[in-house]
């Protein structure tokens, strides 16, 4: 019953910025656990940030002082605001949550280019 909707991406400039938005669809109970994975053409899927139930946060190195993610716990969504993007960001953006040890799900995913 349980879904991750995924929304926001895009065609985006080099130095432009986006605001991605994921949320945990039917769910009751706010997840642990909320972050952003990315997978580029070719590559293995990636950490890029996340963040608990009590707001701590972690970030890749890449995208650190770029990147930005936040939740509401009310609403069991979590947001990633992307600015300063480059071309090497282009990838499938993947919102992950996860309850306990053995609740968890991924997101279908939403595409982001950058591109000139």
């Known amino acids: 019953q349980v879904q991750l909707v995924e929304s926001g991406g895009g065609l985006v400039q080099p130095g432009g910025s986006l605001r991605l938005s994921c949320a945990a669809s039917?769910?009751?109970?706010?997840?642990?656990?909320m972050g952003w994975y990315r997978q580029a053409p070719g590559k293995e899927r990636e950490f890029v940030a996340s963040i608990y139930k009590g707001g701590t946060t972690t970030y890749a190195d890449s995208v650190k002082g770029r990147f930005t993610i936040s939740r509401d716990n009310a609403k069991n969504t979590v947001d990633l605001q992307i600015n300063s993007l480059k071309p090497e960001d282009t990838a499938v953006y993947y919102c992950?949550?996860?309850?306990?040890?053995?609740?968890?799900?991924w997101g279908q995913g939403t595409q982001v280019t950058v591109s000139s």
């Open positions: 992950y949550a996860r309850w306990n040890m053995d609740v968890n799900l």
């Open positions: 039917g769910s009751i109970f706010s997840p642990n656990f």
